[in-house]
């Protein structure tokens, strides 16, 4: 899809790992990974499995492949820099917090209406009823931004079993959130119809590092790329680079 492919650009020893949403692309991460890309980091924003092309590459993917696209772009870009910090919106933001769980030399992760626990039962169930009926695909609903002007490459409906899978990943992370002591940023819209902002509340209160959370008020769901996109561009470009950068008494690292 046009717009939806992935970014990366070569810098210094810091590196920023920016991760999109479910049935979203980098699209939405693009203005923030080249400020990054300008302050003389390095970026990689990947494209996850079966998401930028046609919804039938993700029907049949899950949690599994998207997991293992984030671990392998980390290792990827930690193999090239000592301090790496990681960006994510929405699934990107359950990644995000699932590869802080499991590495803690990550230095620390900036989330923007992040998914930590899945949906309730009854959502779950009702998707789950409709598979059983042979109703694969969710008609889709428009993309839930306050600008009523904003365009970006997205799909228009949601593989249920791709939701479910989703789910299933979510409820893994929100058991393991404590394991987190890399400093995070929460930024958080007032309203948002996809993800309500409890799962900000769920982050604040479980993890162990330090927290700040930031409020967006005139921003929806997909605030990358809404009325308050720059307003979050530099203040995840400026959470990042605070985290990356080495510390006075670090020296030389090997």
């Not at 990550?106 to 949906?119: A, S």
């Not at 995070?184 to 996809?194: C, F, G, N, T």
């Not at 927290?211 to 530099?234: F, G, K």
């Amino acid at each position: 899809m046009p717009g939806a492919e992935p970014y990366s650009a070569a810098g210094g020893p810091e590196g920023a790992l920016l991760i999109h949403g479910f049935c979203g692309s980098p699209f939405g991460m693009r203005r923030t990974a080249k400020r990054l890309a300008a302050k003389g980091l390095t970026v990689e924003a990947p494209l996850l499995p079966g998401h930028g092309t046609a919804i039938e590459d993700l029907a049949p993917l899950g949690w599994a492949d998207w997991s293992a696209s984030a671990e392998e772009a980390y290792a990827r870009l930690r193999a090239r820099c000592p301090r790496v910090a990681i960006v994510g919106h929405s699934m990107g933001g359950t990644l995000a917090c699932w590869l802080a769980e499991r590495h803690p030399d990550v230095r620390g992760i900036g989330v923007v209406n992040p998914l930590v626990e899945p949906f309730g039962d009854e959502l779950r169930s009702a998707a789950r009823a409709l598979l059983d009926a042979g109703t694969t695909v969710w008609k889709g609903e428009p993309p839930d931004t306050a600008d009523p002007t904003v365009t970006f490459p997205t799909y228009d409906g949601t593989p249920i079993a791709a939701f479910l899978s989703l789910n299933e990943g979510a409820e893994e992370v929100a058991l393991e959130l404590g394991r987190i002591r890399c400093p995070v940023l929460i930024v958080s819209s007032r309203e948002d119809h996809v993800v309500p902002p409890v799962n900000g509340d769920l982050l604040v209160s479980s993890v162990s590092g330090p927290v700040e959370r930031v409020w967006l008020e005139r921003s929806y769901h997909n605030a990358m790329v809404d009325y308050e996109h720059e307003e979050v561009e530099s203040t995840l470009e400026a959470f990042v680079v605070s985290v990356t950068e080495e510390p006075e008494d670090e020296g030389e690292e090997t």
